[in-house]
T-cell receptor, first 114, second 111 residues
Framework: ETGVTQSPTHLIKTRGQQVTLRCSSQ?????VSWYQQALGQGPQFIFQ???????GRGNFPPRFSGLQFPNYSSELNVNALELDDSALYLC?????????????FGPGTRLTVL | DQQVKQNSPSLSVQEGRISILNCDYT??????FLWYKKYPAEGPTFLISISSIKDKNEDGRFTVFLNKSAKHLSLHIVPSQPGDSAVYFCAASRTGNQFYFGTGTSLTVIP
């Protein structure tokens, strides 16, 4: 059983640029959630995708957008990068959209915005 | 708006003793609580959960206690082992898909 994988591991961008982060969910999982973890903070919910549709969104501006593909892998896109977007971005997959289903996290993508 | 708080950034415990990690929340609508453990360069891994209809849940060396009136939960690890050294996050949900995480407590178990 393959776990949750994320790419790239690290990324450096400059302010104003756009970035795409990728996540492959665990086999058999149809739900992917994205989190932003700033330094010294806990993960903050960005949004969740269930069967290719957005299924809830946290307090993040529209320049944070996502996509889920038929194979349930997912992308997080961030436009017009700001310095405060520097963080660890985590994705988590689960077997269903209910919060009672265990979420399995990937190792994260470390984004640095200069 | 930090709805879930872990007020102790770090904790050191001797091997074999009890580790107690605390978490407070403000939203009385939360009905499901979890603890995650995170090692460096890895994503958080699920440790134990508790529903609001219970006040205690045990899994081996790990026990979570929930005090709804105080809006407080705690994780007890007995006996603590050096491999337990990690950052522990508590998280809460209100029957939906969004989890609110605390800021984490770094546990060091001293051999």
């Amino acid at each position: 059983e393959t776990g949750v994988t994320q790419s790239p591991t690290h990324l450096i961008k400059t302010r104003g640029q756009q970035v795409t982060l990728r996540c492959s969910s665990q086999s058999g999982h149809n739900t992917v959630s994205w989190y932003q973890q700033a330094l010294g903070q806990g993960p903050q919910f960005i949004f969740q995708y269930y069967r290719e549709e957005e299924n809830g969104r946290g307090n993040f501006p529209p320049r944070f957008s996502g996509l889920q593909f038929p194979n349930y892998s997912s992308e997080l896109n961030v436009n017009a990068l700001e310095l405060d977007d520097s963080a660890l971005y985590l994705c988590a997959s689960s077997s269903d959209r209910s919060s009672y289903n265990e979420q399995f996290f990937g190792p994260g993508t470390r984004l640095t915005v200069l | 708006d930090q709805q879930v708080k872990q007020n102790s950034p770090s904790l050191s415990v001797q091997e074999g003793r009890i580790s107690i990690l605390n978490c407070d929340y403000t939203n009385s609508m939360f009905d499901y609580f979890l603890w995650y453990k995170k090692y460096p360069a890895e994503g958080p891994t699920f440790l134990i959960s508790i529903s609001s209809i219970k006040d205690k849940n045990e899994d081996g060396r790990f026990t979570v206690f929930l005090n709804k009136s105080a809006k407080h939960l705690s994780l007890h690890i007995v006996p603590s082992q050096p491999g337990d050294s990690a950052v522990y996050f508590c998280a809460a949900s209100r029957t939906g898909n969004q989890f609110y995480f605390g800021t984490g407590t770094s546990l060091t178990v001293i051999p």
